[in-house]
């Protein structure tokens, strides 16, 4: 009997260990998936390579509050900034405008209030750059080496493969490039790195990095297709041009003088070269010409076909943009970026003169007989805007007591409002009604001004070296199709010096509110003056039929010599050793 | 052993030997150590035998061990210290009583009375840090306890009690024990209760010509060029009752809660045993008809929150044979709880929507009924709390739980002395749903606009939503272990070994997530040597699959040593009974709120926008990148105590000091960016240190014998690294502060004239001010009140400090007990409808301190701001509105009458003992608009406070 029982605790016991040996604990669940399980799926690789374009940069009102709007707390996209009064343009930090509703980031960065405390800088966007070139790694790295290639259903051609591998390229270059023109030389990131690996990364020089982000753009080039056959569905992926136009400001960048103090002219060559590429492919041109800028206006809210968009960040139809930089007694606009009297007074007449305020024929009628671009960019005061649900004929009174200016929640401060990207057939308060904007990446005017610039250093104005168009001709296009009926000021840049500043001149007029002016005063080194002055409006009075204009400063901007790179995060550098702050921060 | 006498403590004293005895309830015991032979010349009369459950070792994990040799930091109570004290959650009866647990009770549902407890505080910035209860060593919910079956309750405490709790030991472990047949004639015990139980506290809503003489001020504030909403002859109407139906005044707390509700409970038990069985069998039932007055010849279903809890529970021990013993446990319960309203227990649970509504409606919206007798109500104030009681259908709860299990105990002394092994099974089931019959009611308003007057009807009447399992909740544990233990000794050396392994499964199947398996084995060697050199050494191997396999099993050691200085030669006769220094070291983990973070997983999400017409594409992306950092987070606890006793153990006290330091917290993303993507890593680090004292004296003048006890736990914590982002100034940081401490605008004073007119700093931010209106400091003096001017404005909720007080007195037949409990370096933070006026944009009502404002010519004085309807300046988190939660409290109080034997004899009754108690009695604090212990928003089910009488018999 006491044998039975020692036997049954014995078993009781072995039951006991062997329910133990089974490894309970060795469990997973089935619906951890790993990269084969994407990989064998086309449609999952392809929603893999769509996420990707969520990297792309947004450029309208990107700037909130909340400098960690580019936080990926959730991990899936990068964050959208909150849509309000108080979201900015980057236009707003720059001479170009000024925000209309106080204490907005774009106000916090042009007065100088920014520092390298995470909370605090505006524009770091340093975590979506890096998130993003992860998921390019992990496609490359987990996922493409694993794809079913083949031309049977549920497997990937070879020529998708190649498509899907250079638009990885694309982005992945593309965020590089981010990094570069915010920080200068950044700790190159090449793989997906292990959270338990080496953080102590040290930056690269600027020209590592240059090289690094132009063979990437080589590879992808050679990867990617010119245009997409399937555009209905698939416009918008990166293309051969892309690669191309990205090099092309690139190496314009490169050859700037905060990044090439000595002044290497083989720079300004390699840049003229990238651009000229472009130019001889013959693949884009500038979107057609209308009367009086009629063209240079639907070039904005025309996604296709539009021969001169080269690659842009596509958003569905929307009236976030219309709505946030709308005219404040127009559906209740938030008013948004107003254009600085300093932008105002840079267009020219539209024969090629500068605008002058002491000419008294000019002041008196400031607004008329100007540069076409001026009334596509800018709402001035009696400048005529019927967005939809308005009466048919309206004008905006910004004149003091004017129904856009005066007890309306969301004023100009500037006597403006903006006109560039913004939809007439847009209305964001019921019946709500949406128009397509892409805000451009790359566009082949740009590509012109790239190469103008780059010309003009390496060879002067008037060399076309091995290629097609001198660097007078290249800005003679874009200002031709802009309207502009003569060119007196390009045509009186005798010098290499005077056609350097009208073609900075150019670039500021034609590219303006594209975000491209906070970086190009930076690699001009001349934001130290330029976004260290105050900017003005412009106080309009109305006595009987006439106006009288006096100019007032609207803000005080700060730029300091430390403000030409960003500060990487004060957190960042006790986490990785190896980064060295930049200079002043 | 033990024994009672009844005049001991002369006894004792002249006695030659020092004798080691404790007093409990009046009950003198001589603690063990004594042969028979020294027993009989004990010059001792009068001995009888008495509960062994006193002189019982203290419960530890998978084991006992008697107090004096205990070397880590432990505090037990009986269970028949708290089975008098009524409630339905054991956790708030132990308030004050066990050195280093604290309980602060949130609400007083029946059936919930929500709290948090925790042993020691934090042990981490993550997580709610509430301990793990083990009911008889097998995990279990508290609340699923019979308390006349609890033998023991014991708090674990320090690395030495914890460490065999491995993964989960890291929050400290309450133990409870249940009660076991003893051999003997059977015992029958039965236990009734009856509470009479009211709020501790109401917050004191104006009536309605304060309120309508306050709103017309308020509207005026905010508007000085405002027409008054009432009119002169309106607030005389308030004032006279002329028109209880146009100018109703209703004190809706009157009119729908009870003055008192009722809670009964009965138990009996019975138990006993042979040389072959020993059995305990309890069964209870507790009602409570909760505080909602229903009319109940409205509705044929009860709409009260009415609870009804059966419990049963049988502790068998078969002496199988001579070596083995078969032990079988089984424990029912059934609750059943009613309510009003749809799924009244899902989140918000139902008292939370009726006390919002009780507490958001002035005493002027509406009569309770019009005069032609429909509800009342209007399209302004929909609510109407007596409606929601009684129109409103019900919702009706069962919860089910059923723990059994079963262990064979094999004595292998005769294969090696002292050896033993045991293996015991065990499986708990809760199941809970929730079964719903919403009905919609309409309110009707008297609209004096046309004539013959009319009624306005809102919402409609009689609209049924019914659903069943609206709530359901639906957990299985496993908890199965095999132990061998030995017991030697060998001269002066005594040695203790005890080996397991044990693995246990959490599943929770109402959420998707696969079950949660904890295994591997444990061990415990202690060796004592001349009984005064005490060192113990354990240890657990705990693996879980939520880490990966290489890294997936913790090994959690504790070393602890102890030295009775008393027992030295050369303190013997010094009249110290007890001198005892203990001291230990050791780990313990805790497993974080992780889910196969070692894996890698893709989800989908949407993409970039492509196409012609800009589309957004599907996306997908990697959600959770293989971690291989993940880890538990480690807590190295160290402790270091002091037993004392003095005066033939008249005077007893502890004292312990420990400091604890928890590191590979997980935190986010606090590696470089340039990872690239979203990572919990184990780098967050905390600490946690505190000091204990427990003292009691025992002593008796006369004939009446009485005892006086004390203690007071004392535990800080501090953040001490979490990723914090870079801040601009350095008060605005949390690190270098505890855990859930307030952050908010520091109040400086009200404004005044000249503070608007200068309008600096800035603080428009906030709202528009206006004399009157809160303050805020410029912390970083820059002229705007703004984000950067938020800093630490108070402690966290919990409480720092601890400590409890009790009294016993008993003389002849009579006792009285007597437990004061307090808490202090707490807060509340006062918002919301008990606090403010006029909330929810000038619906809400008003209560009596807001008699107290801020008014033109007051100054800095009153200490309320001006009155406003909707100006948001004032209600911004801010130290205005932080209180101080510290209180005393006298918790428990109870008096007893023992009858005399000889009466009872004869009908079988061997005890009789009938008694009153109180809880919640009395209440000494700072907060006077909710109780201090209360949820911050105070919009739960107030705490209670009850009176009760009872009886226990005993057969």
């Known amino acids: 009997m006491k044998k039975i029982i020692f036997l049954l605790v014995f078993i009781a016991g072995v039951l006991v260990f062997q329910s133990c040996s089974n490894d309970k604990i060795s469990s997973i669940p089935a619906d951890f998936a790993t990269a084969d399980q994407i990989a064998i799926n086309a449609a999952n690789v392809k929603a893999y390579i769509n996420n990707l374009y969520a990297f792309v940069p947004r450029g309208y009102n990107r700037l909130d509050t909340d400098p960690n709007s580019d936080d990926i707390a959730t991990g899936a996209l990068p964050g959208v900034p909150g849509k309000g009064s108080l979201t900015a343009m980057v236009a707003s930090a720059t001479d170009e405008a000024v925000h209309a509703t106080r204490n907005s980031a774009a106000e916090k960065w042009g007065t100088g209030n920014w520092s390298s405390s995470s909370t605090n ?78 953080f102590n990364i040290p930056r690269n020089t600027y020209d590592e990095c240059t090289k690094y982000i132009s063979d990437m753009c080589d590879q992808a080039q050679a990867l990617l297709p010119v245009v997409y056959p399937t555009a209905a569905s698939d416009f918008g992926r990166a293309t051969k041009g892309a690669c ?342 | 052993m033990m024994r009672k006498f009844t005049k001991p403590n002369l006894l004792l004293r002249r006695h030659p030997q020092p004798l080691r005895w404790i007093v409990v309830s009046g009950l003198v015991l001589l603690l063990g150590g004594y042969s028979q032979a020294q027993q009989k010349k004990l010059p001792v009369k009068d001995t009888v035998k008495a509960a062994d459950s006193l002189v019982k070792p203290i419960q530890l994990l998978y084991g006992t061990q008697q107090k004096r040799y205990i070397t880590g930091a432990v505090s037990a109570i009986s269970g028949s210290d708290v089975s008098n004290i009524p409630g339905t959650n054991r956790l708030n009866s132990f308030s004050g009583r066990l050195t280093g647990l604290s309980v602060t009770q949130l609400s007083g549902l029946p059936s919930s009375e929500d709290n948090f407890y925790q042993v020691r505080g934090y042990h981490s910035f993550v997580g709610s840090g509430r301990p793990v209860v083990l009911i008889n060593n097998r995990l279990d919910d508290i609340n699923e306890i019979e308390p006349n079956d609890i033998e023991s309750i014991t708090v674990l405490k320090d690395a030495a009690a914890t460490a065999l709790y491995g993964l989960n030991g890291a929050n400290g472990v309450i133990l409870i024990t249940t009660k076991r047949g003893q051999t003997g004639k059977i015992k029958i015990n039965y236990n009734v209760e009856s509470s009479f139980e009211q709020p501790t506290r109401l917050p004191k809503f104006l009536n309605a010509y304060n309120y309508a003489t306050l709103y017309n001020e308020a509207q005026l504030n905010d508007n000085p060029t405002a ?118 227990f899902s989140s918000p649970t139902y008292d939370q929507t009726i006390f919002t509504a009780i507490y958001s409606t002035p005493a002027n919206a509406y009569p309770v009924r019009n005069a032609d007798g429909s509800l009342g109500g209007n399209a302004t104030y929909t609510n109407n709390p007596y409606g929601i009681l009684n129109y ?27 050896l033993k092994a045991k293996v015991d099974f065990g499986f708990t089931n809760y199941d809970d749903i929730q079964i719903s019959r919403g009905k919609t009611f309409a309110v009707y308003a008297l609209n004096t606009a046309v004539t013959p007057n009319t009624y306005i009807k809102t919402n409609a009447d009689g609209v049924v939503s019914a659903s069943t399992g609206g709530y359901t909740n639906r957990q299985r544990i496993y908890d199965h272990f095999a132990t061998l233990n030995y017991d030697g000794q060998f001269g002066d050396h005594n040695v203790s070994a005890m080996a397991m392994y044990e693995i246990q499964q959490y599943d929770n199947a ?17 060796y004592r040597f001349k009984n005064r050199y005490l060192v113990d050494f354990v240890a657990s191997y705990q693996g879980s699959e939520q880490y990966p396999a290489n890294h997936r099993y913790g090994l959690f050691p504790a070393v602890s040593a102890g030295w009775i200085v008393s027992d030295e030669p050369f303190l013997k006769g010094s009249g110290i009974d007890l001198f005892k220094i203990r001291g230990s070291y050791g780990k313990t983990g805790n497993q974080a709120n992780t889910y196969f973070d070692y894996l890698t997983s893709y989800a989908a999400t949407s993409g970039g926008s492509l196409g012609t017409t800009p589309t957004v594409q599907t996306g997908s992306y990697q959600n959770q990148i293989a971690n291989p950092l993940i880890t538990w987070e480690s807590d190295v606890k160290t402790n270091i105590g002091l037993d004392v006793a003095f005066l033939h153990n008249r005077l007893s006290a502890s004292f312990d000091v420990f400091k604890e330091h928890t590191t590979n917290i997980l935190i986010t993303n606090a590696i470089s960016v340039m990872y690239g993507a979203k990572i919990n890593t184990p780098s967050g680090i905390f600490e946690d240190r505190g000091l204990e004292a427990q003292a ?32 601009n100034y350095p008060w605005m940081y949390q690190t270098g502060n505890p855990v859930g401490v ?158 005399p034997q000889s009466l009872l004899k004869k009908i079988g009754i061997s005890s009789t003992r009938v008694f009153v108690n109180g809880y919640n009695v009395l209440l000494w604090d700072k907060v006077k608009e909710k109780d201090p212990e209360a949820n911050d928003a105070g919009l739960t089910y107030p705490l209670q406070r009850s009176f009760s009488i009872g009886l226990n018999l005993k057969f």
Not at chain 1, 156 to 163: E, H, Y
Not at chain 2, 516 to 525: A, F, H, I, R
Request: proline letters at 5%; a positive charge; hydrophobic letters at 35%.
């Open chain 2, 227 to 344: 027409t008054p909403k009432y009119s002169a002859a309106a607030l005389q109407a308030y004032q006279t009752g002329s028109d209880p139906f146009l100018y109703p005044n209703v004190n809706w707390i009157d009119q729908t809660l009870k003055k008192s509700s009722l809670q009964i409970r009965n138990n009996i038990n019975v138990s006993g045993g042979g040389d072959q069985v020993k059995y305990y069998f309890s069964g209870s039932y507790l009602t409570d008809n909760g505080i909602f007055k229903v009319d109940k010849s409205i509705n044929t279903y009860n709409t009260n929150s009415n609870l009804g809890v059966f419990n049963v529970r049988g502790n068998v021990d078969i002496n199988a044979s001579k070596y083995l013993v078969i032990s079988a446990d089984l424990r029912s319960k059934r609750e059943t709880r009613n309510a009003p309203g749809a799924n009244a």
């Open chain 1, 244 to 585: 191309m136009a990205l090099k092309a400001r690139l190496l314009l960048y490169a050859a700037s003088p905060l990044n090439n103090p000595s002044n290497d002219i083989t720079k300004w060559q390699a840049a003229a070269a990238a651009s000229a590429a472009i130019i001889s492919s013959g693949t884009y041109s500038l979107y057609p010409a209308g009367t009086a800028g009629a063209g240079y206006e639907s070039f904005f809210l025309t996604i296709s076909p539009n021969p001169e968009l080269i690659f842009s960040r596509l958003e569905p139809a929307s009236s976030d943009i219309d709505q946030m930089n709308g005219i404040p007694s127009i559906n209740l606009g938030y008013g948004g970026t107003c254009p600085t009297l300093d932008l105002v007074n840079d267009y020219e007449t539209v024969d090629g003169k500068p605008f002058d305020w002491s000419n008294p024929a000019m002041a008196a009628s400031p607004f008329t007989n100007r540069d076409p671009r001026f009334a596509k960019t800018i709402l001035y005061n009696g400048a005529v805007w019927t967005p939809v649900g308005t009466p048919p004929i309206a004008t905006v009174d910004t004149y003091d007591g004017g129904k856009d200016i005066t007890n309306v929640p969301y004023p100009t401060r500037t006597g403006f409002y903006l006109r560039k990207f913004m939809g007439i057939n847009a209305r964001w308060i019921a019946p709500i009604s949406n128009v397509n904007h892409s805000f451009p990446i790359f566009r082949y005017a740009e590509v012109l001004l790239n190469y103008a610039e780059a010309m003009n250093e390496a060879y002067g104005p008037d060399n076309a070296s091995t290629f097609t168009l001198t660097a007078r001709q290249a800005i003679a296009l874009i200002r031709t199709r802009a309207g502009l009926t003569a060119n007196q000021s390009v045509t009186a840049a005798t010098t290499q010096a005077l056609m350097r500043t009208a073609i900075r001149h150019e670039r500021r007029i034609e590219l303006a509110f594209e975000e491209h002016r906070h970086m190009d005063l930076r690699r001009w080194m001349t934001a130290e003056t330029v976004l260290n002055q105050p900017v003005s409006g412009l106080k309009i009075v109305k006595v009987g039929s006439t106006f009288t204009y006096t100019p007032q400063v609207v803000e005080q901007r700060v730029f300091t010599n430390k403000m030409y790179r960003y500060p990487f995060p004060q957190d960042e550098l006790s986490r990785n050793p190896g980064l060295v702050q930049n200079p002043g921060w």
């Open chain 2, 742 to 899: 307030r952050t908010g605008y520091v109040f400086d004073r009200y404004f005044t004239e000249s503070d608007v007119m200068s309008s600096l700093p800035n603080q428009s931010a906030l709202g528009s001010q206006k004399p009157g209106d809160l303050k805020y400091k410029d912390l970083n003096r820059d002229n705007i009140i703004d984000a950067n001017d938020i800093a630490v404005i108070g402690a966290a909720k919990a409480p720092e400090v601890n400590f409890g007080a009790n009294l016993g007195f008993k003389y002849q037949a009579f006792d009285l007990s007597l437990y004061f409990q307090g808490t202090s370096h707490g807060t509340t933070y006062n918002s919301g409808a008990t606090t403010w006026e006029f909330v929810n944009a000038g619906k809400g009502s008003v209560v009596e301190h807001h008699m107290d404002r801020w008014t033109p010519g007051s100054g800095q004085s009153t200490a309320y701001p001006r009155l406003t309807l909707t100006n948001p300046n004032n209600f911004v988190a801010s130290s205005f509105w932080v209180k101080d939660n510290s209180f005393v409290r006298l918790k428990y109080t109870e008096v007893g009458y023992t009858l």
């Open chain 2, 510 to 526: 109402s959420v998707n997530t696969v079950a949660n398996t904890y295994q591997g084995p444990k061990g415990k060697l202690s």
């Open chain 1, 121 to 198: 800088n505006w524009d770091t966007q340093i975590k979506t750059e890096y998130t993003g070139i992860r998921r390019t790694f992990s496609y490359t790295e987990d996922i493409a080496p694993k794809l079913p290639i083949g031309l049977g259903g549920n497997e990937i051609s070879p020529a998708l493969r190649d498509q899907y591998l250079g638009e990885a390229l694309f982005i992945r270059a593309l965020l590089n490039f981010e990094l570069l023109k915010r920080y200068g030389g950044y700790p190159i990131v090449k793989t997906q790195l292990a959270a338990d690996g080496n």
């Open chain 2, 696 to 727: 009691a004296w025992t002593d008796h003048i006369g004939a009446l014998e009485y005892t006086i006890g004390g203690n007071v736990s004392i535990a800080k914590n501090k953040i001490i690294y979490q990723n914090e982002p870079t801040k």
């Open chain 2, 392 to 418: 409103s259908g019900y919702t009706n709860y069962v919860s089910t739980s059923l723990t059994g299990s079963m262990s064979f105990a094999y004595n292998l002394g005769t294969v090696i002395k002292g």
